[in-house]
């Protein structure tokens, strides 16, 4: 693999941050209210000198480069909703949780979708494609705020198998990861379904299955091999959106990570945590879509090459 390609890669990431940095910034401050207008009316002597100290009393475009110059040196500003805090210790409080809840996610929905993909695959319109892929189906059009509260009214309440919400030990990951992986596995299955079929109807499996090879190691491994290119593909913004936290699932299961502190800065107009919180989600999209490229182009070379982008 040619490192000109990754570092092509990461040179592209700076302006897409830029952008992300600079839209936020001005949607945040274009919505009406401010984080000293939530609780109680305060007196505009106080207000004016809380705006004063946070910066919030000079133009927005001077505010800006501002940030942006603090950004450069790691510093993400302080909180204007909790005084003391600033956002680098407010997130790296948060971010620990949604990589354990992601990861857990993301496992359970590879370790469900694909095989189940592969399966329905080798068995095209018999049952056990058409059960498997209904199921599915299902999946993908019950939306996550829907299927939560249905595992914990039938596993929390109902079996009283796991707790309904909270955080602290591994017995809380069940709940939240089975809805976060079921939701992504779903379509990730779907996907692997119809990648594999066409990479089934290729010469080099055909040829395969001429030697006897078991169908098995036919399919797991020779036709998973190319059709597994676009799930690959799939898994880098759907890893992102699991290991950087659900703001749904996150408020439903009150799990104290970064998808929940998410809306609460925004409920509390807290500026400086909305943008950082923000920064950390684009980041990490675009890192996590970097690793999938990067193993798209060590599975087929020509990806580096420039043959497929």
Not at 33 to 43: I, L, T
Not at 72 to 77: I, P, V
Not at 197 to 213: C, F, H, M, P, S
Request: aromatic residues 10%.
């Amino acid at each position: 693999m040619r490192y000109g390609y990754i570092f092509t890669r990461l040179a592209e990431m700076l302006p897409v941050l830029l952008i992300v940095v600079a839209a936020t910034f001005f949607l945040a401050h274009a919505v009406p209210g401010g984080p000293f207008e939530k609780d109680r009316r305060m007196p505009p002597e106080v207000k004016k000198r809380l705006e004063e100290y946070y910066g919030l009393d000079k133009p927005l475009a001077s505010q800006l480069v501002t940030y942006v110059g603090n950004l450069c040196k790691g510093d993400l500003g302080p909180s204007l909703k909790y005084p003391g805090w600033s956002v680098n210790e407010i997130i790296g409080s948060r971010i620990p949780v949604s990589i354990q809840l992601g990861l857990t996610a993301l496992l359970l929905a590879i370790l469900i979708g694909i095989p189940v993909g592969v399966l329905a695959a080798s068995r095209p319109n018999t049952w056990l494609d058409r059960v498997p892929m209904g199921f599915t189906l299902l999946g993908i059009c019950v939306p996550s705020f829907v299927l939560g509260p249905l595992f914990a009214l039938v596993f929390a309440l109902g079996l009283g198998w796991f707790p309904p919400c909270g955080w602290g030990s591994p017995i809380h990951f069940v709940l939240p990861a089975l809805t976060l992986g079921i939701v992504t596995a779903a379509p990730l299955a779907r996907l692997t379904r119809g990648k594999v079929i066409e990479a089934g109807n290729q010469d080099y499996v055909r040829t395969a299955r001429a030697k006897g090879l078991p169908e098995r190691r036919v399919w797991f491994v020779h036709a998973l091999r190319n059709g597994i290119l676009p799930v690959v593909t799939y898994l880098g913004p759907a890893a992102a959106g699991l290991v950087s936290g659900s703001f749904v699932v996150e408020s439903l299961f009150d799990v104290p990570g970064l998808g929940r502190l998410f809306v609460s800065s925004i409920i509390n107009r807290d500026f400086t945590l909305i943008l950082g919180t923000t920064l950390v989600y684009a980041a990490a999209l675009l890192v996590l879509n970097l690793v999938a490229d990067l193993a798209k182009a060590a599975l087929d070379p020509r990806v580096a090459r420039g043959g497929d982008r």
